[in-house]
């Protein structure tokens, strides 16, 4: 399995930007497609954003297009989600996760701990 370790989660205001990394190790995650989860209190997991392995496909929730930007540096083993135009509703524990490009989180195999956003004035 790919050890997953987010970071860059914090407090931000209403309209502020965060950007979230994820550093992988273990087995290489280049063949893996990554993708963003978030859980908010009380609800379940739901899909942020996905992205091929070679990072030519990106896919996005629609109630963060336009507003976030997933990207990966396979070299590096790190896949990112910039995060813009915050809004408290984006509020919630943000996951990595490694697999097979899709919205759904069993397609996902290895997960990361989670890192809290938390959007508030």
């Known amino acids: 399995q790919v050890q997953l370790v987010e970071s860059g989660g914090g407090l931000v205001q209403p309209g502020g930007s965060l950007r979230l990394s994820c550093a992988a190790s273990?087995?290489?995650?280049?063949?893996?497609?990554m993708g963003w989860f978030r859980q908010a209190p009380g609800k379940e997991r739901e899909f942020v954003a996905a992205?091929?392995?070679?990072?030519?496909?990106?896919y996005y929730a629609d109630s963060v297009k336009g507003r976030f930007t997933i990207s990966r540096e396979n070299a590096k083993n790190m896949v990112y989600l910039q995060m813009n135009s915050l809004k408290p509703e984006d509020t919630a524990i943000y996951y990595c996760?490694?697999?097979?490009?899709?919205?759904?989180?069993?397609?996902?195999?290895?997960w990361g701990q989670g890192t809290q956003v938390t959007v508030s004035s």
């Open positions: 273990g087995r290489t995650f280049s063949p893996s497609a």
């Open positions: 996760a490694s697999g097979s490009v899709s919205n759904f989180p069993e397609r996902y195999d290895s």
């Open positions: 992205i091929s392995w070679s990072g030519g496909r990106t």
